[in-house]
């Protein structure tokens, strides 16, 4: 069984979400964050 849309999307978004997050405070202190 494989959930409409697929897993692969679910995983990257949240992969690309614990990587901003990582690097957010260092985005606000530097002024990149748009």
């Given at each position: 069984?494989?959930?409409?849309?697929?897993?692969?999307?679910?995983?990257?978004?949240?992969?690309?979400?614990?990587?901003?997050?990582?690097?957010?405070?260092?985005l606000?202190?530097?002024g990149?964050?748009?």
């Amino acid at each position: 069984c494989e959930r409409v849309g697929g897993t692969q999307s679910i995983s990257f978004d949240v992969r690309v979400i614990a990587a901003t997050n990582k690097d957010f405070v260092e985005l606000i202190k530097n002024g990149q964050f748009r």
